[in-house]
């Protein structure tokens, strides 16, 4: 299925719709291999933006009990 047909005209590049015109020609093998690189690099990077956003928290002196803080006032209220 296109994705213009789907998001229309102008949301897709027509190189984008010819590398996802190409996956769906790949074997089901190759396909499957596609998915598991492209789930480990979207992991790699998730990782890589934790450690991140951990070293930022650090700097702001924000620990996990201020999260779970933060977090039980957001549910329960003060």
């Known amino acids: 299925m296109?994705?213009?047909?789907l998001f229309?005209?102008?949301a897709v590049s027509e190189a984008i719709q010819e590398i996802l015109d190409r996956i769906e020609r790949l074997p089901e093998e190759d396909r499957l291999l596609?998915?598991?690189e492209l789930?480990?690099?979207a992991e790699a990077e998730w990782k890589e933006a934790a450690q991140e956003a951990r070293r930022i928290a650090?700097?702001?002196?924000?620990d996990q009990a201020a999260i779970d803080r933060a977090v039980r006032e957001?549910?329960?209220?003060?």
């Open 2 to 5: 296109k994705l213009k047909v």
């Open 8 to 10: 229309g005209e102008s």
């Open 34 to 36: 596609l998915e598991e």
């Open 39 to 41: 789930a480990h690099r």
């Open 58 to 62: 650090r700097e702001r002196g924000i």
């Open 74 to 78: 957001l549910r329960y209220g003060s």
